[in-house]
Nanobody, 115 residues
Framework: QVQLVESGGGLVQPGGSLRLSCAAS????????MGWYRQAPGKQRELVAT???????YYADSVKGRFTISRDNAKNTIYLQMNSLKPEDTAVYYC?????????WGQGTQVTVSS
């Protein structure tokens, strides 16, 4: 059974930083593409960043240069380091796993950027 559990969200001031974590259960983590999506109120869910099994990463233009995705295969965990946060980064952030063509999602963690 595949489960994804996010943590690390919270309230932060503009310009601040947060690090999100996503712990994954199930086998084959090191072979799977992982990623982060986010959904702001009234908006569609959008891709933030992904990382392949080989460590190749991809970022949405809106977060490029500010966010960094990484993975620790020994811990079955991915991270999203978010720096220089802006109010428009406010959203629920979801962890994502693609395993044998099937998509799995975590429950989400709220990130609020506000003064």
């Amino acid at each position: 059974q595949v489960q994804l559990v996010e943590s690390g969200g919270g309230l932060v001031q503009p310009g601040g930083s947060l690090r999100l974590s996503c712990a994954a259960s199930g086998t084959g983590f090191s072979r799977d593409t992982m990623g982060w999506y986010r959904q702001a109120p009234g908006k569609q869910r959008e891709l933030v960043a992904t990382i392949t099994s080989g460590g190749r990463d991809y970022y949405a233009d809106s977060v490029k240069g500010r966010f960094t995705i990484s993975r620790d295969n020994a811990k079955n965990t991915i991270y999203l380091q978010m720096n220089s946060l802006k109010p428009e980064d406010t959203a629920v952030y979801y962890c994502y796993r693609r395993k044998f063509g099937d998509d799995y999602w975590g429950q989400g963690t709220q990130v609020t950027v506000s003064s």
